[in-house]
């Protein structure tokens, strides 16, 4: 009925995970989702980073964030692209406010003038347990024994852990680890999600314990892709969050037909 995708990423494995419909929407009927303020603002301060991070380390301060996100503001379009947005929180200028806020906490986590990156924006393309994966790469360090630490910018808010497991916020992060080691043969030891409006660092250390977890979610999550794509059945995942979903806003999710 539906063929499904020829790759995986860890947040496709993720969306199916959450909701299977909005999966099939998104994927199938191809009725994307909207930007919003929240995933602007990470574009935003993403896109600053990485070229903060390809200044030489002496280089690496407030001022050039400064200024490196003027010019990618006027270069990159973001004006209009702010002013577009269906749902603003703010004015262009809080916007503005909001991401530098997230830029200049990374000095509350690491010193950049410090600290060595060897990929960033990493493209990976593996196959974890016959399942073909494609993602990419915040940062990728090596370290003196010649392992990756694998780290990832957050401007969101950091997960509940009542309602998140550590398996469930790291998973796109061990993913990446299963498919660093499939591709390129490096082994990860350490994950580090940098929680930018919290200043917040959450560490984990790989473990084959947590990367077997991770591989049984991505064969789990492609059985049942599969087994959906197969009889054109793809469940809607009734929840709470249903009052945040695109697709009930716009009236096209069954599960909310009136
Ligand atoms: S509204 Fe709820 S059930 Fe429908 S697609 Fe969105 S998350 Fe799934």
């Not at 993720?14 to 603002?41: A, M, S, Y």
């Not at 994966?133 to 910018?153: C, H, P, T, W």
Request: include cysteine; proline fraction near 5%; hydrophobic fraction near 35%.
């Amino acid at each position: 009925m539906f063929t499904p995708p020829d790759y995986l990423s860890p947040s496709a494995i993720r969306t199916f995970q959450d909701c299977p419909q909005k999966f099939k929407l998104g994927r199938f009927d191809n009725i994307k989702e909207p930007p919003t303020w929240h995933t602007h603002v990470g574009n935003f301060v993403h896109e600053v980073l990485e070229h903060l991070y390809q200044l030489p380390h002496e280089e690496r301060n407030v001022d050039a964030v400064r200024t490196l996100a003027g010019n990618l503001w006027t270069a990159n379009d973001w004006e209009n692209r702010v002013t577009a947005l269906a749902e603003p929180l703010g004015s262009t200028k809080d916007f503005k406010v909001t991401a530098f806020k997230n830029m200049t906490n990374l000095w509350n986590l690491e010193d950049p003038a410090e600290t060595d990156l060897d990929d960033m924006e990493m493209t990976v393309v593996a196959e974890v347990e016959g399942v073909r994966m494609k993602g990419i790469i915040d940062r990728v360090a090596i370290n003196d024994e010649q392992f990756a630490v694998i780290s990832d910018y957050k401007t969101g808010k950091i997960p509940n852990p009542k309602f998140d497991s550590e398996d469930k916020t790291f998973f796109q992060l061990l993913a990446y680890a299963l498919m660093l080691e499939s591709s390129d043969g490096v082994p990860t030891s350490q994950l580090e999600l940098l929680y930018l409006a919290h200043s917040t660092k959450l560490e984990l250390e790989v473990t084959p314990v947590k990367l077997s977890i991770a591989k049984g979610t991505i064969v789990e999550t492609k059985e049942n892709l599969d087994k959906a794509c197969e009889t054109g059945e793809f469940v809607c995942n009734v929840t709470n969050l249903c009052n945040w979903c695109h697709y009930k806003k716009i009236g096209v999710c069954p599960a909310h037909q009136s």
